[in-house]
């Protein structure tokens, strides 16, 4: 499974666009790239998937470069509700192997 | 959260006992999935299943059983084998492994808090 590496904190004022990146250089063809947020005392939530190039939905984006070595997670004008810890996760569309959970970044967004 | 459930939410357990913890999930998902979280970690994963009647150990199974009766459910045992076993389980689902175009998107039940006093 390609290891991913990403920042253990960032912090944002309310109302900026904060973007998580993540390193994946060992990323293989067959790969997704997937981004998961995380609530204290609560399951991790599907935000983000994407394959290359760029990924939008209603929550966030997701940019791929070419290389595939690492992706960035986009929030836009992030509130106080996104403070929560994000994982990054890489791993192919069969799913015969789990998926891997790192520590994740956690992000505190400020008043 | 998704239509997985987990039970019960907090659950306490004296040193030495057996534990049972829920999930259950009505998304027909053939796969499922056992995580123990410490505070300020990631998830590690206990056990898997991607089949009902078949299993497989995650990457910390010592102290831990599981049972793939039906395809909804799939309880995690705490053993008393288990010599750390106070932590927050997840358990999740995804679709069917290996089915083209299939992404392995897991989806998360609410958790268990488990404390061993």
């Known amino acids: 499974l390609a290891k991913t590496t990403q920042p253990i904190s960032m912090d944002s004022y309310e109302g900026q666009e904060v973007n998580i990146t993540c390193s994946h250089n060992?990323?293989?063809?067959?790969?997704?790239i997937t981004w998961y947020q995380q609530f204290p005392s609560q399951g991790p939530r599907f935000i983000i998937q994407g394959y290359k190039t760029k990924v939008t939905n209603e929550v966030a984006s997701l940019f791929i470069p070419a290389d595939r070595k690492s992706s960035t997670l986009s929030l836009p004008r992030v509130s106080l509700s996104d403070t929560a810890v994000y994982y990054c996760?890489?791993?192919?569309?069969?799913?015969?192997?789990?998926?891997?959970f790192g520590k994740g970044t956690r992000l505190s967004v400020i008043a | 959260d998704g239509g997985i459930t987990q039970s019960p939410k907090y659950l306490f357990r004296k040193e030495g006992q057996n534990v049972t913890l829920s999930c259950e999930q009505n998304l027909n998902h053939d796969a499922m999935y056992w995580y123990r979280q410490d505070p300020g970690q990631g998830l590690r994963l206990i056990y898997y299943s991607q089949i009902v009647n078949d299993f497989q150990k995650g990457d910390i199974a010592e102290g831990y059983s599981v049972s793939r009766e039906k395809k909804e459910s799939f309880p995690l045992t705490v053993t008393s084998a288990q010599k750390n076993p106070t932590a927050f389980y997840l358990c999740?689902?995804?679709?069917?492994?290996?089915?083209?175009?299939?992404?392995?998107?897991?989806?998360f039940g609410p958790g268990t808090r488990l404390t061993v006093l």
């Open positions: 999740a689902s995804s679709r069917s492994p290996g089915l083209a175009g299939v992404r392995n998107t897991q989806y």
């Open positions: 060992n990323i293989a063809t067959n790969d997704y």
């Open positions: 996760l890489v791993g192919d569309s069969s799913g015969n192997t789990p998926l891997v």
